[in-house]
């Protein structure tokens, strides 16, 4: 098995790409997303973090999330969200023999991606990767148009235009991807 080597930063910044097990036609996440929120805020509450960009999309989620100073642990809020998501849905999954033993339900990619942000540059191309990913997979005509994104409170915010990507040149950046 591949050792994967983790950047732990004392009140970092991340992205992160979590998965479900089972990406063709699946819909859980959006099917339950009051679920997933839930499961979010009862790990927040616990375990602090800033949450700058979340996208949630049928099979999977991007986020931008910042660690508070002097904490490095996000491995621990990973767990807790999916374990309590995991619990707070009726179970359907099939489950391996090793899933079974193990107490997994099956639903969740064992692993995620997570990147440390390095500088301002590389913090703007994430959050813009994490709002243009709906109309990149073909979810929407347009950004503003996905309910399941942190877009219309960067809106609300000024960060955004709330017709940012309707160009063509934005568009063309979310299929080169």
């Not at 996208?55 to 490095?72: F, M, N, R, S, T």
């Not at 391996?96 to 997570?114: A, D, F, L, T, V």
């Not at 994490?130 to 609300?156: M, Q």
């Amino acid at each position: 098995m591949s050792k994967y080597l983790r950047l732990w930063n004392l009140g970092g910044c991340y992205f992160f790409t979590v998965n479900l097990q089972q990406r063709r036609n699946n819909d859980l996440l959006i099917r339950h997303i009051d679920t997933l929120r839930e499961a979010v805020r009862h790990v927040r509450s616990r375990h602090p973090f800033i949450i700058h960009g979340w996208v949630v999309l049928p099979d999977h989620l991007h986020c931008l999330i910042e660690l508070p100073a002097g904490d490095c642990n996000y491995a621990i809020r990973w767990s807790l969200i999916k374990s309590r998501f995991s619990r707070n849905i009726p179970p359907y999954e099939q489950r391996s023999k090793s899933q079974s033993r193990r107490g997994e339900r099956g639903i969740w990619q064992r692993r995620y991606w997570e990147h440390a942000i390095r500088n301002e540059q590389d913090y703007r191309a994430h959050l813009d990767y994490i709002h243009i990913n709906p109309l990149k997979h073909g979810l929407v005509e347009r950004v503003s148009d996905w309910p399941y994104s942190t877009f219309h409170h960067s809106v609300a915010k000024g960060l955004y235009r709330e017709d940012w990507a309707d160009d063509c040149q934005a568009r063309q950046l979310a299929y080169d991807d």
